[in-house]
Antibody
Framework: QVHLVQSGGEVKKPGASVKVSCKAS????????IAWVRQAPGQGLEWMGW????????DFAENLQGRVTMTTDTSTNTASMELRSLTSDDTAVYYC????????????WGQGTLVTVSS | VLTQSPGTLSLSPGERATLSCRAG???????LAWYQQKPGQAPRLLIY???SRATGIPDRFSGSGSGKDFILSISRLEPEDFAVYYC??????????FGQGTKVELK
């Protein structure tokens, strides 16, 4: 059974960085991409980017270019997302999700990590 | 851009729900998906490739459409189907985009 377990909630000050991790189990980690999606309070879903664990190739949403980094560690089956220069607009629940290459869709999701940016 | 309508759908259990997702330009139906999200939960994949049900999804959920216009239908609403539904599309140049969501609420 596929499981994605994310790290716990974070509170950060404006200008700081946050790193969220996502540990995968129940499948061959290197065979599927990991996407990151965020959801501001009461708002819809926003795709942030994704990474292919087998080669580390990334692709980011245009509005986050230069502020986001995504990495994977295939020895621990863990994906991570770091977002820098945080503002209050970055307050959101952050999700990791497995990318099904046949469906080109997100077939399993982590439980979400609330990141609060507040002075 | 994906535009979903209506914003909110007020229905009773047993009724049929029809949710619309319109793209700003013709898109590939191979890359059109639908998700369900309940309060406090992560989204769940319902439909991919416009009309294929994901694993474990009941057959009361169906997807259709092509070109710019796509539909998610729920044939007979069950109590657990009241939720927010998002359409999503993948484009190789810009990645994934979500619609703004349609809330199916109890009438």
């Amino acid at each position: 059974q596929v499981h994605l377990v994310q790290s716990g909630g974070e509170v950060k000050k404006p200008g700081a960085s946050v790193k969220v991790s996502c540990k995968a189990s129940g499948y061959t980690f290197s065979h599927y991409g990991i996407a990151w999606v965020r959801q501001a309070p009461g708002q819809g879903l926003e795709w942030m980017g994704w990474i292919l664990p087998y080669n580390g190739k990334t692709d980011f949403a245009e509005n986050l270019q230069g502020r986001v980094t995504m990495t994977t560690d295939t020895s621990t089956n863990t994906a991570s997302m770091e977002l820098r220069s945080l503002t209050s607009d970055d307050t959101a629940v952050y999700y990791c999700a497995r990318v099904d290459p046949m469906a080109v869709a997100f077939d399993s999701w982590g439980q979400g990590t609330l990141v609060t940016v507040s002075s | 851009v994906l535009t979903q309508s209506p914003g909110t759908l007020s229905l009773s259990p047993g009724e049929r729900a029809t949710l619309s997702c319109r793209a700003g330009q013709t898109v590939s139906s191979s890359y059109l998906a639908w998700y369900q999200q309940k309060p406090g939960q992560a989204p769940r994949l319902l439909i991919y490739s416009a009309s294929s049900r994901a694993t474990g999804i009941p057959d009361r959920f169906s997807g259709s459409g092509s070109g710019k216009d796509f539909i998610l239908s729920i044939s007979r609403l069950e109590p657990e189907d009241f939720a927010v539904y998002y359409c999503q599309h993948y484009d190789s140049s810009s990645g994934w985009t979500f619609g703004q969501g349609t809330k199916v609420e109890l009438k």
